[in-house]
């Protein structure tokens, strides 16, 4: 999955780091707000580079602007108060004022001073806390997990009552993750945490690897050092919590780590059971490529020079498809970012054929207007297990990547509108694990 920040960023893999005119950049992100106030969507689209604009379109501006006033009224005023470097980007910050509160955007230029994307700091889009969350129900301590020469900060959620309870194990989508799977003012994983353990079901969630030790990641690794050593330190935490029945032990796994979830019931065979929550049945390249095809039928741009765009960007997707390492590819070579070493490990990995082989307990879910992950990747699973006794599916229409009820498949602006995950999804996680 993301928090899945790589996936979702493709077509802007080639830029490098550049200076940029502060004042030009500053005077082209007012003119944008200024045609937000002005009503005029198209003319504010184009102001998004040619990559920029498979991720976005002048509808969904649109839209983001209507939920902007609908929460804080007319702007006052917007002015560009701030920038500064961003990796391979230049972030200028705009200060709103509206009638009823303040709020800053950050937009990223690209060194063409083209769009790239936007974002609210975390300030008025704040998280929101779920109605199913009864704090009186459980309580949650702060600890590690230790796995190697690494310490990875956790939090274990326990029912207040009764004792010889299930626990479940949250593991992580793609990219750098905090323990609450943050994105926007979303945190799906502390949603979770909370309506299991008001459920009577405990949790452990921690924070990924690659955001608490980024710097080990310039190199050749792969999903061993990513996820699976430290979900089975995480599994081993969850062994020692008081209370909590060593016989029903759990992994939740989301996007990547739902598609990682058979392998990590191998290497713990003492698992009672795994979820595999909007989890990949494709190859990772097969579900980027399905991903850019999506971002441009979205953007509604038929122009040759748009086809074009995602042909080359289909190209440069292929190449992942590795599955060994040859005189002219090097563990460290890299491939979308990512080393070639981490492509042949995940491309020499079978999710739906190893999950045939298991006798732990799967528990398959999926939303339909999921726009990382597709329903087409959910039918895949059912057709490979719907024969298996030991495997029981969900599907949720109207759902996104993160469980929450939307009114349709969107985009990644979604994620800055604070969404619980449902209560239908928490209830029917407790139904199946107390399904005995």
Known sequence: MKKCAFL??????AFHSFSQNVFSLFGKANNFFDLFVAGKFEEAHSYFSEEGKTKVTAENLKQ??????????KAKALDATGSKNQGEFYAVTVSGEFQYGAQDFVLLFDKAEKLVGMHLPPKLATYRSPGYADVTLFKETPTYVKSGNHQLAAVVTVPKDGNSFPIVVLVHGSGPNDMDETIGPNKPFKD???????NGIATVRYVKRTLLYAGEFSGPYTVKEEVLDDALQAIELAKTVEGVDKKQIYVLGHSLGGMLA??????????????LAAAP????????????????AQSKDTTAAMQ???????????????NKLGNNMKPDSLLLGLPASYWVDLNNYNQVETAKKLKQRIFIMQGGYDFQVPESDFNLWKEALSGNANVSFKFYPDFNHLFSQQQ???????????ASVEQRTIEDLSNWIKEL
Do not use: C, H
Not at 281 to 296: C, F, G, P, R, W
Not at 310 to 322: G, P, R, S, Y
């Open 64 to 73: 983001f602007w209507t939920n902007i006033e609908s929460k804080l009224g």
């Open 262 to 275: 058979p392998r990590i019931a191998t290497l713990a065979p003492d698992l009672k059971g795994i979820i």
């Open 192 to 198: 979770i945490a909370a309506g299991l353990a008001a």
């Open 281 to 296: 049945a494709k190859s990772l390249t097969d579900i980027i490529i399905e991903q850019n095809k999506y971002m441009v």
């Open 8 to 13: 979702l960023l493709l077509m802007l893999i």
């Open 408 to 418: 349709e498949k969107g985009n990644m602006l979604q994620y800055q509108t604070p």
């Open 308 to 322: 074009q765009n995602l042909k080359n960007a289909i190209a440069e997707i292929e190449k992942t498809k590795i």
